[in-house]
């Protein structure tokens, strides 16, 4: 059933789609990390009906992710607002740019799974505060 979905995921370090979120240009506004690679075709199903129908305003995809959030199972790194708890957002400057991750682009979200990102993601906000980088400009 989501075929389509595996067939897009991509290899990519992370300073690229930092790179892309961080671009004013870039169609890309959130990150939504899944804490299993395997998550990655389901999560892109459900996103693409909902933008399809529509439904992918801050509040809309604050309501879609929010269940899967509260179950520990997503994090976000986003440009834009979401009034998501702040332990489950997560600054792009605490994931190493150099991170290897798994990636779906759908616009205006990168679907990604980044190795160990759920294990240290709580020690890296409890001591380290977010020190912003700025990322190389994408062309539209």
Do not use: W
Not at 11 to 18: A, L
Not at 71 to 94: H, N
Not at 102 to 131: A, C, D, N, R, W
Request: aromatic share 8%; net charge neutral; charged share 25%.
């Amino acid at each position: 059933m989501h075929a389509k979905y595996e067939a897009m995921i991509d290899g990519i370090d992370y300073r690229t789609i930092e790179a892309y979120l961080l671009s004013p240009t870039s169609p890309i506004h959130y990150i939504i990390h899944a804490r299993e690679r395997e998550m990655l075709p389901e999560l892109a199903a459900y996103l693409e009906t909902a933008i399809q129908q529509g439904k992918a305003t801050p509040a809309d995809i604050r309501g879609l992710l929010l269940p899967r959030i509260d179950r520990g199972d997503l994090l976000v790194t986003a440009t834009r607002p979401l009034l998501i708890q702040p332990e489950r957002l997560v600054p792009t400057a605490q994931i190493p740019a150099d991170s290897y991750c798994h990636v779906i682009y759908m616009p205006p979200f990168y679907i990604s799974h980044t190795e160990g990102i759920f294990e240290s993601m709580k020690l890296k906000l409890e001591t380290k505060p977010e020190v912003p980088r700025q990322g190389p400009r994408i062309k539209p």
